[in-house]
């Protein structure tokens, strides 16, 4: 079946630490999209991809980085200079200009 | 640029009552409307979408909503609810210009729907 796989569910993190979120579609998407959720809160974009080699910062990219280096993966590194990055992530990818297909999510705590 | 707007943090409704969840939202070009469901701890799931054509959309688990262009609103319904479908729920717009366009999502409206 096709979809997004993200990876792990959960995840911690210590202080100082860098942490890598993964994502993996099999839909042959062109797009691909990474979002923060907090507690009761909407979606923020924090970076998104239309193409291989290429990526957009979102709305709140400082303390993220991500790469694009194939169609299938986007993964999103949480880095240390994140102060708060305890959150539900979500990835989502896009055929250009349709909806999006979103991942299960991985839950990311700061200990 | 767009926007949307759901004006409700949160609709109570009894089950097998109907229910209205409220979006509204504002693009320069043509509107490409959707719903998207979230329940705890997961991501988003799919409900519907409004790209052309009739402006009453049917979509997953009994939901639908309706198109208004001249109030610009995209409300989405559903004529008896049951206590599954309370969960988070997400209108989003993209401008149906040509060219690379994000979704913009709105802030999500808590249904909750009680026995």
């Known amino acids: 079946d096709g979809g ?7 995840l ?6 860098n942490v890598t979120l993964s994502c993996e579609q099999n839909l042959n998407h062109d797009a691909m999209y990474w979002y923060r959720q907090d507690p009761g809160q909407g979606l923020r974009l924090i970076y998104y991809s239309q193409i291989v080699n290429d990526f957009q910062k979102g709305d709140i990219a400082e303390g993220y980085s991500v790469s694009r280096e194939k169609k299938e993966s986007f993964p999103l590194t949480v880095t240390s200079a994140q102060k708060n990055p305890t959150a539900f992530y979500l990835c989502a990818s896009s055929i250009l200009n349709s ?8 839950r990311l705590t700061v200990v | 640029a767009q926007s ?3 004006p409700e943090d949160q609709v109570n409704v ?6 209205t969840v409220k979006c509204t939202y504002s693009v320069s070009g043509n509107p490409y409307l959707f ?18 054509g009739d402006n009453l959309v049917k979509g997953s688990y009994g939901f639908e909503a309706e198109f208004n262009k001249s109030q610009t609103s995209f409300h989405l319904k559903k004529p008896s609810a049951l206590v599954s479908d309370s969960a988070l729920y997400f209108c989003a717009v993209r401008d149906g210009n040509t060219g690379f366009q994000k979704l913009v999502f709105g802030t999500g409206t808590r249904l ?3 026995p």
């Open chain 1, 99 to 106: 909806g999006y297909t979103f991942g299960s999510g991985t």
């Open chain 2, 35 to 52: 719903w998207y469901v979230q329940y705890p701890n997961r991501g988003l799931q799919f409900l519907l979408k409004y790209i052309t």
């Open chain 1, 12 to 17: 911690f993190r210590k202080e100082g630490q």
């Open chain 2, 112 to 114: 909750l729907v009680s």
């Open chain 2, 14 to 19: 009894a089950e097998g009552n109907p229910l």
């Open chain 1, 4 to 10: 997004i796989t993200q990876s792990p569910k959960y």
């Open chain 2, 4 to 6: 949307v707007a759901q």
